[in-house]
């Protein structure tokens, strides 16, 4: 089977990269696993969703439904169930796949997208010392078990982790008659959105124990109780300070990876921030024709700048398809300082430098106001103040090529500006 660009997951980013990547004279084919389009979405039915891409507020399938109709009106060819065994690159990329229907074939592609979303640490990953009994699981899945398959996990929940889809699931146990004990971060600062912070946790007088841990769980068979304990700042439990809850299921909230593990046959750049691809402006990785975008690229706060970015990949995609000759690369990293955490793209193609990019950042501490600069050959190009900024909350600046002098690498500094 042949097709000019394969795209790898049916979620919010595949649909975009997809839809964008369409056109007259490039033929697309998606991927997809699960047996329908619309990835994590399907299982989110809380709103929030849509406000930028559809300025609305849309409950998750309302947003995926969006796309899949028009990705359906559009006709673009899609394998549903069917799973990627692996990916070679020749002259052109070769993807391995399988499905019931044809068991185990080929795809040759001279593009791939990879829109594989991302996935959830569990307690193996974090190592919480007690016993092994049921109860305990990521915040994801007790999320599916409850708005797919209409399964309660628990009567009595405590969640450890702060993150967006723990915070959010606080809210849906509550309402569906739960007692929720309280959340638990290891950190001094949620790693959650602060909306989420305040309609799911403070609406609903939750708990919120900032710099505690997990140190204890018990329980035969089934979970029958959680200790926590505040730490120090070398994360280190502070003694005396343990709280025990009776509950029945421990949540997990502790992190989102970007879902690559499967194509790491290809050996593309790897980012030890990002776990993911390196990427330059186009999201393209170091192999020439393979694309990442969406959560396979860093986890998005939200599914819309997951669509808008899948979109520029998919764009990005199509002209590389239509353009097989294109300029010598000068490829040079983004440097960073202060307190700027991970930023995305990594490097930047000076060879190719025709149109404005953005940078998306996030910071290392949690600050009121900060000083963004630009900075590129020891002169400032570009200083923009921000308010609020967080680590749980990336940020992006727009960056025009007109300000930039030569091929310097760039470096993102971020300042605290203390009153």
């Given amino acids: 089977m042949k097709t000019d660009i394969c795209v790898i997951g049916g979620g919010a980013g595949g649909l975009a990269a997809a839809l964008s990547s369409n056109d007259d004279g490039v033929s697309v084919l998606l991927v997809e696993r699960e047996g329908h389009l619309g990835g994590i979405l399907n299982q989110c039915i809380h709103?929030?969703?849509?406000?930028?891409?559809?300025?609305?507020?849309?409950?998750?399938?309302?947003?995926?439904?969006?796309?899949?109709?028009?990705f359906e009106a559009k006709k673009i060819p899609h394998l549903l169930n069917t799973t990627v065994i692996d990916i070679r690159k020749t002259k052109d990329f070769l993807i391995d796949v399988s499905n019931e229907a044809?068991?185990?074939?080929?795809?040759?592609?001279?593009?791939?997208?990879?829109?594989?979303?991302?996935?959830?640490?569990?307690?193996?990953?974090?190592?919480?010392?007690?016993?092994?009994?049921?109860?305990?699981?990521?915040?994801?899945s007790a999320q599916r078990y409850l708005n797919i398959d209409g399964h309660l996990v628990g009567k009595n929940i405590f969640i450890l982790g702060s993150g967006d889809i723990g915070l959010i699931m606080a809210r849906r146990m509550t309402l569906e008659g739960?007692?929720?004990?309280?959340?638990?971060?290891?950190?001094?600062?949620?790693?959650?959105?602060?909306?989420?912070?305040?309609?799911?946790?403070?609406?609903?007088?939750?708990?919120?124990?900032?710099?505690?841990?997990?140190?204890?769980?018990?329980?035969?068979?089934?979970?029958?109780?959680?200790?926590?304990?505040?730490?120090?700042?070398?994360?280190?439990?502070?003694?005396?300070t343990e709280k025990t809850f009776e509950v029945d299921a421990l949540l997990l909230s502790v992190g989102l990876?970007?879902?690559?593990?499967?194509?790491?046959?290809i050996p593309f750049e790897k980012s030890q921030e990002t776990k993911s691809a390196v990427v330059?402006?186009?999201?393209?990785?170091?192999?020439?024709?393979?694309?990442?975008?969406?959560?396979?690229?860093?986890?998005?706060?939200?599914?819309?700048?997951?669509?808008?970015?899948?979109?520029?990949?998919?764009?990005?995609a199509k002209q590389f398809v239509k353009n097989p000759v294109r300029?010598?690369?000068?490829?040079?990293?983004?440097?960073?300082?202060?307190?700027?955490?991970?930023?995305?793209?990594?490097?930047?193609?000076?060879?190719?430098?025709?149109?404005?990019f953005?940078?998306?950042f996030r910071v290392s501490k949690k600050m009121e106001e900060g000083i963004l600069r630009i900075e590129q050959n020891g002169k400032t190009v570009r200083e923009k103040r921000y308010k609020h900024l967080a680590p749980a909350e990336m940020e992006s600046i727009r960056?025009?090529?007109?300000?930039?002098?030569?091929d310097h690498p760039i470096r993102l500094i971020v300042e605290e500006v203390v009153k």
């Avoid at 929030?48 to 109709?69: D, H, S, W």
């Avoid at 791939?112 to 109860?135: H, K, N």
């Avoid at 309280?182 to 909306?195: C, D, Q, W």
């Avoid at 300029?327 to 060879?351: A, C, H, M, Y």
């Fill in 257 to 265: 990876l970007p879902d690559v593990h499967m194509f790491e046959s």
């Fill in 47 to 70: 709103n929030g969703f849509g406000l930028e891409v559809f300025k609305e507020e849309l409950t998750g399938p309302e947003y995926a439904e969006r796309f899949i109709k028009e």
């Fill in 178 to 240: 739960a007692h929720v004990h309280g959340v638990a971060e290891i950190m001094p600062y949620s790693n959650g959105l602060t909306r989420n912070i305040v309609q799911c946790l403070h609406d609903f007088d939750i708990p919120l124990y900032l710099s505690h841990t997990v140190t204890d769980i018990k329980g035969k068979d089934i979970l029958e109780s959680v200790t926590i304990q505040e730490v120090d700042s070398e994360f280190h439990p502070i003694g005396g």
């Fill in 399 to 406: 960056i025009d090529p007109s300000f930039l002098s030569g």
């Fill in 280 to 316: 330059n402006q186009f999201c393209e990785t170091s192999i020439e024709g393979l694309f990442v975008c969406g959560n396979a690229l860093h986890v998005h706060d939200l599914v819309d700048w997951v669509t808008k970015e899948s979109q520029k990949a998919g764009h990005f």
């Fill in 327 to 356: 300029g010598k690369s000068n490829l040079k990293p983004v440097e960073t300082g202060g307190f700027v955490r991970v930023v995305v793209p990594q490097k930047i193609d000076f060879g190719q430098m025709e149109n404005p």
């Fill in 102 to 140: 044809n068991g185990l074939f080929t795809i040759e592609a001279k593009a791939v997208i990879l829109a594989t979303g991302c996935y959830e640490r569990t307690r193996g990953g974090i190592s919480i010392p007690g016993d092994r009994p049921r109860g305990v699981m990521p915040a994801g």
């Fill in 358 to 360: 953005e940078l998306s």
